[in-house]
């Protein structure tokens, strides 16, 4: 009898760890199996940044151009100090409670990884603001887009907002002086993470990245230099 308890904990472990390995391994054929494989940047087109902190992806856009305002939605005076609004922002999306508490991997907490892989409906959009962006090779590279794309990427971010009885959306406070969270609308959850929604918000507009890209690298990969 003993014996047989002692074999249940094993099992349960051994599965575990498969779940796991499929997970690890399903990520990495989706982020090297290509959506929109044909997909050409324009030599032309608008200037946009992927840019990646280690745990999270975003998308820098500039605030003004032909296609679209982003000042409209996203205003000076949500900020502490109007005078950090910058000339672009950088927008991610994901999990309220690890993206309030970790800003790096080292800041994680148990119960919000589990909230997260579990799934939750509790979402932001994080926004920094940037003054004219340079790429840099490990966590910021450019990509140029068209108009039309570029109009399709401002629709999907902009429908994620939560906007109050005014039309307005709802910014609470980032990490320092230069970034703000935004209520969010959305399901979080290990099949769909933050950077998994990058990856969307890029193949929906027509542009080529992986198929499945729950981690960073699976996007950053697709923007080399």
Known sequence: MATSR??????????????????????????????????????????LFIETNGIHTGIIMPIQTDVHDWSE?????????????GSHILVGWGHEGVYRNAEYWQDLRFKDAASAIFGSDDVLLHIYHLNYPQTYPHYRRSFRVSEAEYRLIVAAIKGRFVLNDSGQPIPSKGYG????????????????????????????????????????GGVMRWFLE
């Not at 290509?34 to 940047?41: I, L, R, V």
């Not at 939605?73 to 609004?85: A, I, K, N, Q, S």
């Not at 507009?205 to 729950?214: D, E, K, L, V």
Request: net charge positive.
């Open 6 to 47: 002692m074999k249940w904990p094993k099992r349960i472990i051994k599965g575990l760890a498969a779940i796991v390995m499929l997970y690890l391994v399903a990520a990495l054929f989706g982020s090297i199996l290509p959506a929109n494989q044909f997909w050409k940047s324009p030599d032309d087109g608008i200037e």
């Open 73 to 85: 939605l996203v205003r000076p005076e949500h900020m502490g100090d109007p005078t950090r609004y």
């Open 177 to 216: 002086q230069s970034d703000l969270f935004y209520k969010s609308q959305g399901h979080y959850n290990a099949f769909y993470t933050c950077n998994s929604w990058t990856s969307d918000v890029l193949r929906k507009a027509g542009i080529r990245t992986g198929i499945w890209t729950p981690f960073q």
